[in-house]
Nanobody, 123 residues
Framework: QVQLVESGGGLVQAGGSLRLSCAAS????????MGWFRQAPGKEREFVAA???????YYPDSVKGRFTISRDNAKNTAYLQMNSLKPEDTAVYYC?????????????????WGQGTQVTVSS
């Protein structure tokens, strides 16, 4: 069992930056692929980033070059650095953990989820 707690969300102007953190309980954090997703009102949950156990990262085109996912296995924490934020990045951001072999962008493949943190980008 893994419990995930996100933090770091807030209100920022377009072009600004935020760093989200995802603190995980338990001693098996390093055995999970970690992912970040977001969900805007009235929309489906959307893949934002993933990082494999070895640290390889994956992004959709919508955030590539602006967002950076990382992990610190010693601290049981994953991060999402978000730069050059746009109003369309506004959403609730969730971190998630998966036991898949390498990485995945499929929501249903992630077994554990945090409660989410709101990110609002004003124009």
């Amino acid at each position: 069992q893994v419990q995930l707690v996100e933090s770091g969300g807030g209100l920022v102007q377009a072009g600004g930056s935020l760093r989200l953190s995802c603190a995980a309980s338990g001693r098996t954090f390093s055995s999970y692929v970690m992912g970040w997703f977001r969900q805007a009102p009235g929309k489906e949950r959307e893949f934002v980033a993933a990082i494999s156990r070895r640290g390889t990262t994956y992004y959709p085109d919508s955030v590539k070059g602006r967002f950076t996912i990382s992990r610190d296995n010693a601290k049981n924490t994953a991060y999402l650095q978000m730069n050059s934020l746009k109003p369309e990045d506004t959403a609730v951001y969730y971190c998630a953990a998966s036991k898949v072999a390498t990485w995945t962008m499929t929501v249903s493949a992630y077994e554990y989820w945090g409660q989410g943190t709101q990110v609002t980008v004003s124009s």
